[in-house]
């Protein structure tokens, strides 16, 4: 089993900044990826960006290209979405999520979920 922890979520204006935190525990070394999701209120959960924990390759959504950057502290079991100039359309519970594969931009490639952390961006 992997236990997955998100924070750093919260309210911010258009145009700030956010650093979202995945704490990782339990057997991590079964996972080889942790990737962050999103899902919007009426809307359907969406990939967001993905790390490989070793050599840290990465991959972002087109929609996250440019403003949102994904590392990991493998020390810290750790995986950080900063999140840059960010957009009312952005406002999401955002999840973390860990799995076997690659970098899957699917939500089925991933088998732990943590519980999510909302993220507000106000106009």
């Known amino acids: ?3 997955l922890v998100e924070s750093g979520g919260g309210l911010v ?3 700030g900044s956010l650093r979202l935190s995945c704490a990782a525990s339990g057997r991590t070394f079964s996972s080889n990826a ?3 999701f999103r899902q919007a209120p009426g809307k359907e959960r969406e990939f967001v960006a993905a790390i490989i924990w070793s050599g840290g390759s990465t991959r972002y959504a087109d929609s996250a290209k440019g403003r949102f950057t994904i590392s990991r502290d493998n020390a810290k079991n750790t995986v950080y ?3 840059n100039s960010l957009k009312p359309e952005d406002t999401a519970v955002y999840y973390c999520a860990a799995g076997p ?3 899957a931009s699917y939500s089925w490639g991933y088998n732990y979920w943590g519980q999510g952390t ?3 961006v106000s106009s």
């Open 34 to 36: 942790v990737g962050w």
């Open 81 to 83: 979405l900063q999140m």
């Open 1 to 3: 089993q992997v236990q």
């Open 118 to 120: 909302q993220v507000t």
């Open 13 to 15: 204006q258009a145009g």
């Open 101 to 103: 594969q690659g970098t």
